[in-house]
């Protein structure tokens, strides 16, 4: 079935680095969504990407959704230990039947910060 | 932004019994729930769409009978766990759409355990 993946897996940085987590689709997506998951929480919605080539920023944290549509990528400047958690994107198909947005999640990328 | 509860937050039970999960949206109305389940250090998986006044839509590998959705209401939403075993062991995670927007909410989740 339909698979999304990211990369890397895990990331280990010292607080003030720079990270990205890239997601990666074997099929044009209509639209892209990232989310937070701190351990133990659930996960917080981020960011809506829907136009192809498009990029947005959330202060240090700069969204792009690929060209083709079937890839995104998240970027964190000057990593804090707040931004610790697992960084999902969720990939959005195509409307359904009933008109609703079903989204398959990649497999998250977990960041650890080092202060 | 829309609330999304989910009861119980945690719930330990013996193997054989039934559980049941509820969602409910608190300030808005969502004709579609979605139910996921995220084993530990893993992804969401998508396991059912849940349709106000119908049945259920099942993500492929999901067995409908063991993992019953009742969606009787626009704010409630309801997952029972049927004669549970310790694989089913998981964060069960509810998300609603509030109508007319494409961004989904999620419910705080619930930590099963069967022992």
């Known amino acids: 079935g339909q698979q999304v993946m990211q990369i890397p897996q895990y990331q280990h940085v010292q607080e003030g680095e720079d990270f990205t987590t890239y997601c990666n689709s074997s099929?044009?997506?209509?639209?892209i969504q990232w989310y937070k998951q701190r351990p133990g929480g659930h996960p917080v919605f981020l960011i809506q990407?829907?136009?192809?080539?498009e990029v947005k920023k959330q202060k240090r944290l700069t969204f792009q959704f690929g060209e083709a549509k079937k890839n995104s990528s998240l970027h964190i400047t000057a990593t804090q230990t707040t931004d610790v958690g697992t960084y999902f994107c969720?990939?959005?198909?195509?409307?359904?039947?009933?008109?609703?947005?079903?989204?398959?999640f990649g497999t998250g990328t977990r960041l650890k910060v080092l202060a | 932004g829309a609330v999304v509860s989910q009861h119980p937050s945690r719930v330990i039970c013996k193997s054989g019994t039934s559980v049941k999960i509820e969602c409910r949206s608190l300030?808005?109305?969502?004709?579609?729930m979605f139910w996921y389940r995220q084993f530990p250090k893993q992804s969401l998986m998508l396991m059912a769409t849940s349709n106000e006044g119908s049945k259920a839509t099942y993500e492929q590998g999901v067995e409908k009978d063991k993992f019953l959705i009742n969606h009787a209401s626009l704010t409630l939403s309801t997952l029972t766990v049927t004669s549970a075993h310790p694989e089913d062991s998981s964060f069960y995670i509810c998300s609603a759409y509030p109508t007319r927007e494409k961004t989904q909410y999620f419910g705080p989740g619930t930590r099963l355990l069967v022992l």
């Open positions: 990407l829907v136009k192809s080539g």
């Open positions: 969720a990939a959005n198909l195509g409307e359904g039947t009933s008109g609703t947005y079903k989204y398959i």
């Open positions: 300030d808005f109305q969502a004709t579609t």
């Open positions: 099929t044009t997506l209509s639209n």
